[in-house]
């Protein structure tokens, strides 16, 4: 049992390039999100999606596409990346419906934009 | 929408003192409230929650309070051990209504042996 996984660790991409961080769960929970986490600024949510087939916006949306392709997998995609989306980026998951219950978070993916 | 404050934002005791940080949340609505611990270069865990229906929860060296009335809980950590050094985050959501955790920007604790 894996828990929360995400792929890559860590990647450089230049201005205007684009990239798709991937997130899986193998704990058979309803609820996906993904954070990015920025020096003094805590977690702030980017998409999550409560259940599979939907997505919502969370706090800081702006440059970033999701897909929740399945239960399993919630994809983040960059598709023009800027310096301003430099950060670390965690995916998470939780069992309840409704977004309720307690978030389990992947090891993160560390994102550098030149 | 929910918004949630932290302080401090650094905490350095001796080992063996108590720690306590605190947050306070805007939307009265809010009655789930957990807290993460976050070592250097890992992720977010949660260590210890609480739901509304209660004032205070233990778990071994760990405690959490919270006022509903004040709109305000904190963390209490005694007899701190140098591996209780990292960032903690405080959340709050609204349990059960569709509702995301809103964090706090986090207190990093240094614990000196």
């Known amino acids: 049992n894996a828990g929360v996984t995400q792929t890559p660790k860590f990647q450089v991409l230049k201005t205007g390039q684009s990239m798709t961080l991937q997130c899986a769960q193998d704990?058979?929970?309803?609820?996906m999100y993904w954070y990015r986490q920025d020096p003094g600024m805590g977690l702030r949510l980017i998409y999550y999606?409560?259940?599979?087939?939907?997505?919502d916006k969370g706090e800081v949306p702006n440059g970033y596409n999701v897909s929740r392709l399945n239960k399993r997998e919630f994809s983040l995609r960059l598709e023009s990346a800027a310096p301003s989306q430099t950060s670390v980026y965690f995916c998470?998951?939780?069992?309840?419906?409704?977004?309720?219950?307690?978030?389990?978070f992947g090891p993160g993916t560390r994102l550098l934009v030149l | 929408g929910e918004n949630v404050e932290q302080h401090p934002s650094t905490l350095s005791v001796q080992e063996g003192d108590s720690a306590v940080i605190k947050c306070t949340y805007s939307?009265?609505?809010?009655?789930?409230f957990p807290w993460y611990k976050q070592e250097l270069g890992k992720r977010p865990q949660l260590i210890i929650d609480?739901?509304?229906?209660?004032g205070e929860k233990k778990d071994q060296r760990i405690a959490v309070t919270l006022n509903k009335t004040a709109k305000h809980f904190s963390l209490h950590i005694t007899e701190t051990q140098p591996e209780d050094s990292a960032v903690y985050f405080c959340?709050?959501?609204?349990?059960?209504?569709?509702?995301?955790?809103?964090f706090g920007k986090g207190t990093m604790l240094l614990v000196s042996p």
């Open positions: 609480i739901r509304s229906n209660v």
């Open positions: 999606s409560a259940s599979e087939g939907t997505t």
């Open positions: 704990m058979n929970h309803n609820s």
């Open positions: 939307d009265s609505a809010s009655n789930y």
């Open positions: 998470a998951s939780s069992a309840g419906t409704g977004l309720e219950g307690t978030q389990y």
């Open positions: 959340a709050a959501s609204i349990h059960s209504g569709y509702s995301t955790l809103t």
